[in-house]
């Protein structure tokens, strides 16, 4: 339980009518217009959207294996100043996550942080191989409580394979996140196939690639009654199999990152490889496609695929630089521009595609006690970011939490500011900063009992798994 209470002052919740929420216990305990509570302490919030915590259902956070792009310490206070208050670990960490053991020590590791809830994703194979299952009823019944399997990084390519990962996980309500790149299709692809990667003689990365995944998983999905999620959907085509899927009542859910609903393959003409991403970035009208699947809900959310390089693997030759963009810390700030500010989407669309619908996607949503992607109301929990969408500023990765630099807007004027971030009631980053976190300071005591409100809202118990 938390020690303090907070009383934020005519904060906008999804951009409504101001009001004020008094945070007392980990919760929301009252909302209107209140008076000075016993104790509390005040913030103006005046001109600041209050949302939901945000949650991230794909984020690389590097450790084990990688400590010197990211740790999860670092990674998480990169994810509480985006306004996250819970973050998907993806598995291809070295050794990758496809043991109870693993998925364990990375769940501890964001408990000891301290900065937002850490649910790790396990690996669909062993050693993300793509040859057997990993051990997906041991993950799930862990500690970690695993429900998001996925090989990221990798796609599953054998149907059977596929087959047998949303058999397996239906029996514990498991959802299988397919990263859709048909290897043989993009074997040395370095970029978007199409008009630019002609002109620059770069190897092309062609839509059909993700498409053809994307239409035979949902087949697989429908045909076993399982749940699919889709990462990072980037093309046009993409957005019309899941439509159709979607309207033949099939489990099949998706994402969308921030930097494929701003950016396109144009940029490559820098040949600055921290536009060199996987997806790659693709036409305006793609992302035009995007952007309505998003508002339209074709495309249930917003994940950042936050992807952190170290210097070496990035700041190198395009063609052997690393894939992938770091997003934790812009995410918000990126939608506003892409989806706010062009009318697509209000706050409370926000609210949901970067809150609401993540949280069910992850299973955060769980029985009994859910922690995320509650609305905000009396009894919720008070997870939540208070964001001033007046603000704007330049990107500046120097001054970026996350150990990695590999921002794509660095420089970029973006609108928005998160000033706020409450995790159970307590905050984690205010005034726009850090607060410190006890996390090495913390007693074995302190430390137990977080772990036990880390799990609060999960799926409950061990439970049978075959
Ligand atoms: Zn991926």
Not at 45 to 72: F, K, M, S, W
Not at 335 to 348: E, S, Y
Request: glycine share 10%; aromatic share 4%.
């Amino acid at each position: 339980m938390s020690e303090s209470a907070w009383l934020i002052k005519s904060a906008s919740p999804a951009g409504g009518p101001a009001t004020d929420l008094l945070l007392r216990d980990g919760q929301i305990a009252d909302m209107g217009a209140l008076g000075a509570a016993d104790g509390a302490r005040v913030i103006d919030a005046a001109g600041l959207i209050a949302l939901p915590g945000l949650v991230d259902l794909h984020t690389h956070l590097r450790e084990p294996g990688r400590e010197d792009a990211e740790t999860v310490e670092t990674g998480t206070a990169a994810a509480a100043l985006g306004g996250f208050t819970a973050v998907h670990a993806m598995a291809n960490t070295e050794p990758a996550a496809d043991t109870a053991g693993v998925v364990e020590q990375i769940w501890r590791l964001g408990v000891r942080a301290g900065y937002c809830d850490v649910r790790p994703v396990g690996a669909v194979t062993a050693g993300l191989a793509g040859s057997q299952l990993a051990e997906l009823g041991a993950m799930a019944d862990s500690r970690a409580r695993v429900r998001v399997y996925s090989d990221d990084g990798r796609c599953v390519s054998d149907a059977v394979l596929m087959r047998r990962a949303l058999e397996y996980v239906k029996a514990f309500d498991g959802v299988i996140a397919q990263h859709a790149q048909e290897p043989r299709l993009t074997d040395g692809a370095q970029m978007n196939e199409g008009e630019v990667s002609g002109r620059l003689g770069l190897t092309g990365w062609p839509a059909v690639a993700e498409e053809a995944i994307i239409a035979r998983d949902c087949l697989l999905a429908a045909h076993v009654d399982s749940a699919l999620h889709i990462c990072h959907v980037s093309t046009a085509g993409s957005v019309e199999i899941i439509r159709w899927a979607k309207s033949k009542g099939w489990r099949v859910t998706a994402e969308v990152t921030p930097h494929h609903l701003l950016l396109t393959d144009e940029l490559a003409e820098t040949y600055d490889p921290v536009y060199k991403v996987n997806p790659p970035l693709r036409t305006k009208a793609d992302v035009a496609a995007l952007r309505a699947a998003l508002a339209d809900g074709t495309i249930d959310c917003v994940a950042t695929d936050h992807a952190p390089h170290s210097v070496e693997d990035k700041e190198t030759e395009w063609q052997v630089a690393a894939f992938g963009m770091t997003g934790l810390e812009t995410a918000l700030r990126v939608v506003q521009a892409a989806m706010v500010d062009t009318g697509l989407l209000d706050w409370a669309g926000v609210a949901d595609r970067m809150s609401v619908r993540p949280a069910a996607i992850g299973r955060l949503t769980g029985q009994g006690a859910p922690l995320h992607g509650r609305p905000l109301q009396p009894g919720s929990p008070a997870n939540l970011v208070l964001y001033d969408p007046a603000a704007r500023s330049v990107v500046s990765p120097a001054a970026h939490a996350s150990r990695s630099r590999n921002t794509p807007f660095a420089r970029m004027e973006l609108p928005g500011s998160v000033q706020a971030t409450f995790l159970r009631g307590e905050p984690v980053v205010l005034g726009g900063k850090l607060v410190a976190s006890d996390g090495q300071a913390a007693s074995d005591s302190q430390l137990a009992a977080r772990e036990r409100q880390s799990q609060r809202g999960q799926p409950a118990g061990p439970e049978p798994v075959r």
